[in-house]
């Protein structure tokens, strides 16, 4: 058997045991299937291919110094990919095919989940697109859910440590009443051109602005932004935004922590007020911002001068780990406990 260096894990994909799949077909779902192949034939006419008709989900599970394998806010993750599905006229995946899919995929690949204290995690990637074939503009009449796991490490490779990110007025990644805010693949291909070029030049990731006005912070990159400003966490509140649900997670512990919770339009010239700033998401957890760079002006904003995260942005991450990892005691109800 391969031996997984758990500590040097990148953000990427590892071919693991198995994936599960299930198709909608003649108005329903039928069984799960159990698949050993990393491919899928698909008809050169569906719709996913030609019209879009494709959403995702990024899920997580972790397991703990018990040796438990705890699942992170499926639930939620099921209500966005619903979101998704209606967003772009998709047969909806039901909860119970959801989640059944979910552990099962887990169950069938214990050996890829990474040991408690090894900083990885065992990432879970659901997926919906159109199989059915359509040439015309209509949506599909077949549907394939597909559920793979990989081991993953930090999404950035600085891992818990201050990224440098460039923000970009001449992109946009999703329009006003768009897909902005659901979890599909046109609005990642949106953002790739900014993306590489910002890593080219030697930035992590983007800052995106609102597409109508370019004055108010959309996403951080494939993130949700946050900013610490005295006792407050303030995020931004927009219908191009993703509800990103460890930023949920963030603002529930915000509060518990005493915190008063920000959810509004926040303009990017608010970023002189902010002592702290961050990206979050599934991938990341939290990436704490040491330096936000306009591209265009050259202006520099700074949030970390000795390299380091800032003291909130440290307590929110730590306190979302414990609970992932069940050193704190899951007094929100997010974790299910999955037998392998």
């Known amino acids: 058997m391969e031996t997984i260096d758990w500590k040097s894990l990148p953000f990427g994909y590892m071919k693991t045991d198995y994936n599960v799949r299930c198709y909608w077909r003649n108005g329903q779902w039928g069984e799960l299937e159990i698949n050993s192949s990393e491919y899928i034939n698909i008809h050169m006419a569906a719709t996913a291919i030609h019209y879009g008709q494709e959403a995702f989900e990024g899920m997580k599970a972790f397991r703990g110094k018990d040796g438990k394998v705890r699942l992170f806010r499926w639930k939620d993750n099921w209500a966005r990919m619903k979101r998704s599905a209606n967003g772009i006229f998709m047969a909806e995946v039901t909860p119970e095919v959801f ?4 552990v099962k995929a887990i169950q069938l690949n214990p050996r890829f989940i990474p040991p408690y204290g090894s900083g990885a995690a065992l990432y879970i990637r659901p997926t919906l697109f159109g199989s059915g074939p359509q040439v015309g503009i ?11 796991v990989t081991p993953v490490g930090p999404y950035f490779k600085e891992g818990f440590k201050p990224v440098k990110l460039q923000l970009v007025k001449d992109c946009d990644r999703a329009a006003p009443q768009g897909t902005g805010s659901i979890k599909v693949g046109g609005n990642y291909a949106a953002a790739l051109k900014a993306t590489e070029r ?3 030049e030697g930035y992590a990731n983007v800052v995106f602005l609102d597409a109508k006005e370019k004055k108010y912070i959309d996403e951080c990159g494939p993130a949700n932004f946050f900013g610490i400003r005295g006792n407050s966490y303030i995020t931004p509140d927009s219908e191009t935004i993703l509800p990103s649900i460890t930023n ?6 915000a509060e518990d922590m005493g915190m ?3 959810q509004r339009h926040v303009a990017f010239e608010e970023l002189d007020t902010f002592e702290e700033v961050g990206a979050c998401g599934t991938a990341a957890v939290i990436s704490p911002v040491g330096k936000i760079v306009d591209r265009e002006t050259g202006k520099e904003w700074i949030f ?6 800032g003291p909130v942005s440290t ?9 992932q990892d069940g050193d704190e005691p899951d007094k929100f109800g997010w974790i299910e406990v999955v037998e392998v």
């Open 99 to 102: 989640h059944d899919a979910i």
């Open 138 to 148: 209509r949506p599909a009449l077949e549907y394939l859910f597909v559920v793979f």
């Open 198 to 200: 910002a890593k080219a």
């Open 248 to 253: 949920m997670s963030l603002r529930t512990i």
């Open 260 to 262: 008063t919770v920000e």
């Open 304 to 309: 970390s001068k000795d390299g380091n995260a």
């Open 315 to 323: 307590k929110l991450y730590n306190r979302l780990r414990a609970i």
